[in-house]
């Protein structure tokens, strides 16, 4: 599957360097969505958080689930 870019509404839950290098769960076949600017190539999954002004991502641990496993 390799780096795919995603926008995603993460604001007030988790900071840009949180998110760097992190593995989070996405939905890959989709087709790429332009959103502004951005082209978003997944759709990274997450709950609205408690406060309902913000999103918490999933984030499996990387030695628990294999990269490109699916969800199910």
């Known amino acids: 599957i390799g780096i795919k870019q995603s926008s995603v509404q993460a604001v007030g839950t988790h ?13 890959v076949n989709f087709s790429p969505k332009k959103i502004g600017p951005f ?15 913000g999103w918490v991502l999933i ?6 689930v294999d990269l490109g496993s699916k969800l199910a």
């Open 59 to 64: 984030e499996p641990k990387n030695n628990f």
């Open 15 to 27: 900071t840009k360097e949180e998110l760097l290098n992190s593995f989070v769960c996405c939905v």
């Open 39 to 53: 082209t978003s190539e997944v759709l990274t999954l997450g709950f609205r958080n408690n406060a309902g002004i």
